[in-house]
């Protein structure tokens, strides 16, 4: 009974964030992997490695015991550790461990390789949107991006139209003299490079006619960057206010969150979200 | 009578979406036209062209016959083939199968000639507008469009003067001495480069002076940039719930599309949309 | 009294839009000044100067001899002449046509200085507004700015106060090493190069920390560009549908337009508007 | 008595805003600070420095005679003084006149290092916000931008995370070959030039690949930029219209303004804001 308690206990703080432990936990965790995917960042640098490789490799090696004995810790207070284990987070989360220990197997080679996971770790701090104040901002953005998925998508669909047409006229125009549009695929590049308003320069149209199809495509740019910015503030204007209130809680059966706060069972999985006190005792 | 109905059917699968075969006929036609325009771009690079000539050109042939036979298709269950073949649709189709046919007797000549003609079939993928739940949302976008047209065009009419004044003083001030401003073409040029906050960089201002009024350029450009946007940002408001319902019928007199649900005869030609199943039979 | 209403009928046409033969007359002049702006851009460059010189100069003569009797016509036509003469658009067409006289006595000098004088005959294009569904356009969009211009001024003033300072900041960083920012002007320039997202490229940051630093710049910037906007986009709903209907009648005494439909006598000087068809007769 | 009223004079006319003679005070002040950070600016460029290097010098010690000046009355008038040197203007007021003096003892040596300090004086032309149009305006963009903060810090954050990954991509795919990516960190520099849309062109992708992901980048930084737009336009619509009268009035006891038109008492410490004419006669 008393190591059930414990469970329920270490559920709530590494899970859950209504409690102050818990956000403390959410807090050293944010850091640490902000640590570790800066190390993971600077050991990509030649000269640090150079410099600081043991270093890095003693506090890869300590990030990853930490995030071991977490994972173990949310598998063993996750009632179903499998649903826990193959849901979204519980991936990431595994996937922020494994590429070290591997290592140990694949020494000096695809050390390279690994990098891209162990950035996706980065993943993980998405859980600091349980604390508090950011839950509902961040609910309210997501909703209004997935109601103006339709228009953005329509939208971005007519840019891909429009510059695979404009990098086409482009090579015709400049295509035998400039190295730049020598074919259609490095055109369009261009007329994405020049449409969004990026502008690298690394290819720019020679010819006066070609500057004066440039001077066309940028004002077009210019004037349907409109669009999308229309698109979300209508949709935010129309999901305000329109947003209820969620706490942190997970589901100790399917590992998932988002519930209401007056809400006793999972939504997802029909689970008792808080055992009551006095059954425990 | 049977021959009648078969027309029917087939007018039904390659023109309108609302049945499931034609939704599929649709999705099919789509990644044809898109892997017809992604051999067409390839195609365009020199060293594709070298290791892979021969396999595009099977490949060109193998979308022509296809896109043939759907052209021949389409004429042949249209009641009124002309009207169709001149319609924008019946044009860009006829433009698809085209230029591969005149190249056999234009062999080796004008090829590259013809890469914009074949890019343009590209265009026939607006077709996938009909597609369900697009169909509303593009609406709604292109009637925010037109409603803010008058607007937009009076703003790019003012961006035009500003940019010929802005590159009539840069070419006074760096003329002489920068390559990049020999010209009051090139110089306004430039200050479109600016304005729009592309900033290619191929052509910058190097005296003091120079620097401060594309500074002051900028400036301007990050501010109005509030104006287009602005404008469509209004229109969508107000365009927001006026959408009605509309299907993907296309008339078989005319080839026309954009009927509301419940219409019976074509809003175009008053040719009948659905003749009654009583009568064919 | 027939030349009276020969005067009468003149100021008609070349004021006004209301009437047909105003509006061809309107079309045709809008064409003429946009053919002699092309002129001047074309000629500035030293290569079609070469091959066509003498047909520039041609032209030039042709458009000042019909912006001349234009002028002359204006003076004519309107009672107070010295009010026009006087006014924004009596200078701007004074403009138009100076230079070209000028470049007589002045031969082979200056005739570089004069071609900013001649792009500004460009402003006299703005007549085109008067050019019925654009008026109330152009006026609903100069109402939104006008009033989003002190907020705008806020805006400005604390981007000028930013820039200064990361300038100021990026000097001391990577002054001494890196030559595009050798002085805290330039360094301001790049900085505003930077925040308006144009980024030609011509100064970049070489240090790891001078990176670090532009790369919060650009995230600023990026961000901060939603403020003009969302200031602009807020205006112009409160201004909407506050605009009043205006026709295009020009007061023949003092030569000022914007008149109410209605309006008898000008707003400005109180001289009538339409001396009734009665009296004229 | 006759020397407290004067005091009270002072203070009314370098404090506040709302006399005529406070109005020009805080004008001829404003001037002399743009003047004197103008002059700081132009002494970084090393050919002024030469040429004007005493000019400079002689200009810089009149300006901060005047403002030390200016500082002392502002010690002077308040009636609790160290309440006004600790407060966030008193520091900008005594970092705008120490450097120099600091000079004196520390010649030849960190003049640069000065350098900022120096224009950090910029800040206090912020004071200009008390005058009269600017204050309600001011108010409302900042009220705009605190409501929106947290949905912003959402969006950064999010952006953030975006960046890192698509950074680590790049260094996987071009990090290799392409000196630009040589690390994660620089690879992250890069995504962020390319997501804002800047562009500086200084690193650009060379394989196909990385082409094909830049283009994706630049298009999701394209549509994004609207999400910032969204959030800001959306609060200055709620915040719109809550703003309420302020005067220009500064507390004597602790400095601090803001305070409505119609308070008595400051409401920070609770001082009288206008002790009565008769008291004082």
Redesign the interface.
Known sequence: MAQRRTRDRIHEIIFEADTPTGKYFDIILLVLIVLS?LT???E???Q?QRDYGRTFLILEWIFTIIFTIEYVLRLWTTIKPWKYALSFYGIIDLMAILPTYLTIFLSGFGA??F??IR??R??R??R??KLG??LG??D??KM??IASR????????A?T?LV??IG??M??IE?GTNEGF?????A??WA???????????I?PKT?IG??L??LV??I???I?????????????NT?AKGHQKNTQACRYCSRDGHDDDAEHCKYCGGLLNEPEEIDS
Chains 1, 2, 3, 4 share one sequence.
């Open positions: 995917v993971v960042m600077l990509s640098s030649e640090w390279q390789a990098v891209i950035v996706i980065l993943l701090v998405f600091i949107f104040k950011f901002e961040g309210q953005l209004a991006l339709n228009k953005i998508t329509v939208f971005l669909f840019v139209l695979i047409i086409a006229v090579y015709l295509g020598s074919s259609i695929p490095r369009v590049y994405i490079v020049t449409l969004t308003t990026v502008g690298y320069g690394d720019t006066n500057q004066f440039s001077a940028m004002i740019g210019y004037a960057i409109a669009v999308p910015t229309g698109i979300v503030t209508n949709e935010m204007l305000k």
